[in-house]
Each structure stands twice: as structure tokens, then as C-alpha cells.
């Protein structure tokens, strides 16, 4: 078997998700998820990193890998505090205007606004809303 040349180097994958609506009304739940992956070059990191999002994504019910990623080749060795993703994006908006178009803030309760709470296990007993800030004991995302 031959040897593969190449030392095998750390890069960073970001890929974007889609959780189906389940009844919280037209907004859509997008998720950002990014993991470390060892290649030999940039095309084999996103063949892997493709790799692994479809994993991921056929893990978790109702969630679809929307074909998106994005890979960094970290500067700093991996270890605590490292960078190991950066994303750079050009705007003609003012920082508060770019925020809240990029991350909108999420409101305190869905019913509030008229719509379902969609919940997720958030741990130890609690269930916590995709779409607000309401988190409430008990296995409510069954």
C-alpha cells in the first residue's frame, strides 16, 4: 500500500443547516456549526467537511445540510484561546444596522408574538425555545 505524501493539517469547517418549521410560524431555523477537521489540502477538507455535515445532518430529525461550507486554515497552533475560524464580510451598514441584520435578536417569548414555542433539550431537565429566550423545566421538545 502506498504511503500518502502530505502532512496532515488542522482546518475549520463552517456549514449552515436548516431545522424544519414545526408549526412557529413562516421564520426559519437556521443553525451555524463549525468543527475542527485534519486534512492533507483544502479540496480533501471540504470533501470531509461535506462529509460531516451530511452526517450530522442525518443524525438529527427534520434537519437538512443546506450544501453550505466554508473552511479555514487556522494560523495559530490548535490549543485553548486559538483562532480557528475567522469569516470576513464587506457591508456599507454601521455595526448596530450589521448585528441586527446578521444575528437579530430573538424575542422573550414566541406567544407573545402570536406563534408556537419550538423546544430543544437544553439540559439537566429543561427544555428551551429555537426561537425566544423561554426556557422551562421539563422534556417538553418530546
Known sequence: MA??????????????????????????LYEERVVLLRARS?????????????RYAGMLDAV?????????QPFDEVAVGAEVY??????????TEYLSLRYPPEP?????????????????GYSACYHCAVVKPGELWK
Open 3 to 28: 504511503k500518502r505524501k502530505g502532512k496532515k493539517t488542522w482546518f475549520a469547517a463552517n456549514s449552515v443547516f436548516l431545522h424544519a418549521d414545526r408549526g412557529s410560524g413562516p421564520r426559519q
Open 108 to 124: 422573550l417569548d414566541c406567544e407573545a408574538e402570536g406563534r408556537e414555542h419550538r423546544y430543544y433539550n437544553k439540559a439537566r
Open 64 to 72: 437538512t445540510f443546506t450544501g453550505f461550507v466554508d473552511i479555514y
Open 86 to 95: 475567522s469569516h470576513m464580510d464587506q457591508s456599507d451598514l454601521g455595526p
Open 42 to 54: 483544502g479540496q480533501k477538507a471540504i470533501a470531509l467537511a461535506m462529509r460531516e455535515a451530511n
